[in-house]
């Protein structure tokens, strides 16, 4: 992996965020890396929230890979604090790196460090690259997840 960073991501580094979101089947239908303004609106909501922790990974100072991890407190579970790992996306050209297993064990070892009891995620049903891949990492698909677009 070199010189890889992960980083809090800045303003500079949505043009490449977005553009990995969008960059598959379903991030395709949803994004729209052409106007970034609610990008940057909701880069600012983040930025202002404590338990909100958007990075990038960064190598040779190109953005190649990304997730968001959120400190949820809860009274469950004896009063657990749960992480939720959400939007990992790795660049094309790095896919099958390694890099996306680096992400997630930062993720998994930065919420140790914030007090979290327990890590999740969600993956869409489509992806079952994906779940395998959480799986090899010790992920165990325990529950069924529901959404509801408002």
């Not at 010189?3 to 991030?27: N, Q």
């Not at 993720?107 to 007090?115: F, H, P």
């Not at 009891?117 to 997840?145: C, P």
Request: hydrophobic share 40%; net charge neutral; charged share 25%.
């Amino acid at each position: 992996m070199g010189d890889l960073e992960i980083r809090r991501a800045t303003a500079a580094d949505l043009p490449a965020v977005v553009a990995m979101l969008a960059d598959d089947p379903l991030g395709a239908q949803r994004e729209s890396p052409q106007d970034l303004t609610p990008y940057r609106a909701a880069l600012e909501r983040l930025d202002a929230d404590a338990n909100q922790h958007l990075v990038v990974a960064v190598r040779e100072g190109r953005v190649i890979g990304t997730l968001q991890l959120t400190l949820i407190p809860g009274l469950s579970h004896r009063g657990a604090t749960r992480a939720l790992i959400e939007a990992v996306r790795i660049h094309a050209e790095e896919r099958g790196s390694g890099l996306g297993g680096r992400l997630i064990e930062w993720a998994i070892d930065t919420s140790r460090s914030l007090g979290c009891q327990m890590v999740q995620l969600t993956s869409d049903k489509s992806r079952t690259d994906a779940h395998r891949f959480y799986e090899r990492l010790g992920f165990i698909a325990s529950h069924e997840g529901f959404k509801l677009k408002l």
